[in-house]
């Protein structure tokens, strides 16, 4: 939880935006974490533990005293501050409809700031769009569907997936597992699709895209494996060097394509078919600046410990702070909003945070294959 909790406070336009949200009268998730910045961003205190923010985010289904996974928690916390908000605001476009009927309409659309494409904080920060595709190679209809996503898991190549020998272990880049994570998959053998037209499994082709890009692109790198022969989970420990800026391949529809991807989302997200190859569209490549890396230490699945590095984007100096149960990112974090040398890095491991550089972030993985970076997350 630390780790997570580390990296979302040093997303910097994140963390304003949780700092800026007038919560007052609420005992909300999101008034709990406004908190807990507000505690890094501006007090003096050498360290604080988040009891009362860990009570009330931790998955239900997390047992005690055993390793849970980060990106497991990261997920259920983004998605449960997205709900509590999102039903927040449900309730504010319910008040406002119940308006007496004397107020003015232009005044009754002043009272509440919402509306139904209002958008959520986490929607804001960390909302992209995914279209999934599949071709049925028999009748030649394309089924797809356009869904949201608050993060990206990439899998390991399936030659690539070594838990064994260090000196057998492929050495792969994020831009690799990316490829491999929008590369087309033929669905066949026991994997055969359900094509709806056809009214039976055929063989098929399936592809994603990234139609819509979040501000914040969180990816999560499939460490942790089934293996079927042995009936264990393992942990894949291939070094993967990080770029310091990724170029992320989104899509821009055509007007064909368009109406396609319109006609999928009214119909909430299901399926929809359609008897044409609308393929055609023009690819751009936004920009993204590496911003934290939640490591996982520890040689098995079962067992180690989670910390991180990252930088606020905003900083301009820090002084390095000494390793010890002393140090806390309270004392570490500049309030200056001016930008900062890309080189200058926080590991910040519980009560322990140090200054390094960014080459020594970026070889995390090369050092030691049992430091693995897990969850990476970039900034637009």
Request: net charge positive.
């Given at each position: ?6 990296s979302?406070?040093m997303a910097?336009?994140?963390?304003r935006r949780?700092l800026?949200m007038n919560?007052?009268g609420?005992?909300s998730?999101m008034?709990?974490l406004?908190r807990l910045?507000?505690?890094?961003a501006?007090s ?5 533990s ?5 009570n009330?985010?931790r998955p239900?289904?997390?047992s ?13 916390l983004?998605n449960?501050?997205h ?12 008040t406002?409809?119940?308006l007496?009927t004397?107020?003015p309409p232009?005044?009754a659309?002043?009272s ?5 494409d ?9 909302e992209?769009?995914?279209?999934t595709k599949?071709f049925c190679?028999?009748c ?5 569907k356009?869904?949201?996503f ?6 390991f190549?399936?030659s690539?997936?070594e838990?064994?020998n ?6 792969l880049s994020?831009n690799?597992?990316f490829s491999?994570f929008l590369?087309p998959?033929?669905l066949?053998g026991?994997?055969c699709?359900?094509c ?11 592809t994603?895209?990234i139609?819509e890009?979040?501000e914040?692109?969180?990816l ?8 079927p ?5 393992r942990?894949?420990?291939n070094?993967v060097s990080?770029p310091p800026v990724?170029?992320?391949?989104v899509?821009?529809a055509t007007s064909?394509?368009?109406?396609i991807?319109?006609?999928g989302e009214?119909k909430?997200n ?6 044409i190859?609308?393929r055609r569209?023009t690819q ?6 590496l911003n934290s ?5 520890g040689a098995?699945s079962e067992s180690?410990h989670?910390?991180?590095y990252?930088r606020?984007i905003s900083?301009r100096?820090?002084?390095?702070v ?6 806390s990112p309270a004392?570490s974090v500049?309030?200056s909003?001016?930008?900062?040398n890309?080189?200058?890095w926080l590991?910040?491991?519980?009560t322990s ?8 972030v970026?070889?995390t993985s ?14 637009k």
């Amino acid at each position: 939880m630390n780790s997570v909790l580390q990296s979302l406070f040093m997303a910097k336009d994140f963390r304003r935006r949780v700092l800026s949200m007038n919560l007052k009268g609420c005992d909300s998730l999101m008034k709990k974490l406004q908190r807990l910045f507000k505690i890094l961003a501006y007090s003096q205190r050498e360290a604080y533990s988040p009891l009362k923010f860990f009570n009330a985010s931790r998955p239900p289904w997390f047992s005690s005293f055993s390793q849970e996974d980060s990106s497991e928690y990261l997920r259920f916390l983004l998605n449960s501050l997205h709900e509590e908000e999102r039903l927040k605001l449900l309730s504010s476009e319910t008040t406002a409809d119940a308006l007496p009927t004397k107020v003015p309409p232009k005044e009754a659309s002043q009272s509440t700031s919402c509306g139904k494409d209002k958008k959520t904080v986490i929607q804001h920060m960390f909302e992209g769009k995914l279209k999934t595709k599949i071709f049925c190679q028999t009748c030649k209809i394309i089924s797809q569907k356009t869904e949201a996503f608050t993060d990206l898991s990439l899998g390991f190549p399936t030659s690539s997936s070594e838990t064994g020998n260090k000196e057998h272990q492929e050495k792969l880049s994020v831009n690799d597992m990316f490829s491999h994570f929008l590369a087309p998959e033929i669905l066949d053998g026991d994997n055969c699709y359900q094509c709806g037209n056809c009214a039976s499994l055929q063989k098929a082709e399936k592809t994603v895209q990234i139609m819509e890009e979040p501000e914040y692109l969180i990816l999560n790198l499939l460490r942790f494996s089934y293996d079927p022969e042995h009936h264990v989970k393992r942990k894949i420990l291939n070094p993967v060097s990080i770029p310091p800026v990724l170029k992320l391949p989104v899509e821009r529809a055509t007007s064909l394509d368009t109406d396609i991807s319109g006609a999928g989302e009214n119909k909430g997200n299901e399926l929809t078919s359609v008897a044409i190859d609308d393929r055609r569209c023009t690819q751009r490549r936004v920009p993204y600046v590496l911003n934290s890396i939640v490591v996982h230490s520890g040689a098995t699945s079962e067992s180690g410990h989670y910390y991180c590095y990252a930088r606020d984007i905003s900083l301009r100096s820090v002084k390095p702070v000494k390793s010890s149960s002393k140090s806390s990112p309270a004392t570490s974090v500049s309030r200056s909003e001016s930008s900062c040398n890309p080189n200058e890095w926080l590991r910040l491991n519980d009560t322990s945070v140090t200054l390094t550089s960014q080459r020594y972030v970026l070889n995390t993985s090369l050092r030691s294959p049992e430091d693995s970076a897990y969850i990476l997350i970039y900034k637009k």
